[in-house]
């Protein structure tokens, strides 16, 4: 195992088999829409244990960071962590395989039925039940700053920096992430250094 590899407790919950890892993996893209960050908490955090909230927290900022669905690249790391190259596959398979059914059917049938006003009002519920998903994930996982070299008060700082920036001024992400997310490096780097 390299130093970069975490060391996984044998006692600790893990996938059983490659099978298990791909069909909980599908379970998790099936349940996601607009948003699945608060399923995938839930699922990997808090009823299969496979990751601590500090844990969940930290590998889900580097899937942020790296090209792709936030989730997928969360996949890829889990899958990769428990079984190497053929769990990455594996997860990814399974993150991949059963949606893509899902969206060419539901393409087809968007096709047939996207003027009806009943269709438009569905999705508009969809997004506001993501939006709500989200920010109950978010409070949940507050304590898991309690940990971080920064703390509660610095990270929550932060955080509604970023808010502020995105949501009220518009300021581009890419600029937001550019500039907070290297400040924050920065302050962590020396808090770890002191």
Request: aromatic share 8%; net charge positive.
């Amino acid at each position: 195992m390299s130093a970069s590899t975490p060391t996984i407790s044998p006692d600790r919950p893990q996938p059983r088999s490659l099978l298990d890892l791909f069909l909980s993996m599908s379970f998790l893209a099936l349940q996601g829409f607009g948003g699945v960050l608060a399923v995938v908490q839930h699922e990997l955090v808090e009823r299969k244990r496979w990751l601590t909230r500090e844990e969940f927290v930290e590998e889900w900022a580097v899937a942020q960071i790296l090209p792709g669905p936030n989730v997928v690249n969360l996949s890829l790391m889990l899958g990769s962590r428990y079984f190497g190259l053929p769990g990455a596959i594996a997860a990814l398979a399974g993150m991949l395989t059963f949606p893509t059914i899902v969206v060419l059917a539901m393409a087809i049938a968007y096709a047939q039925y996207a003027q009806h006003p009943g269709v438009a009002g569905a999705l508009r519920g969809m997004g506001a039940v993501a939006a709500g998903l989200i920010i109950a994930s978010g409070l949940k996982l507050v304590t898991a700053l309690n940990r971080h070299p920064l703390g509660r008060p610095a990270g929550l700082t932060i955080a509604g920096l970023c808010f502020v920036a995105v949501a009220l001024w518009h300021v581009p992400l890419a600029w937001v992430l550019g500039i907070l997310g290297t400040l924050s490096c920065v302050l962590t780097w020396h808090r770890i250094r002191a």
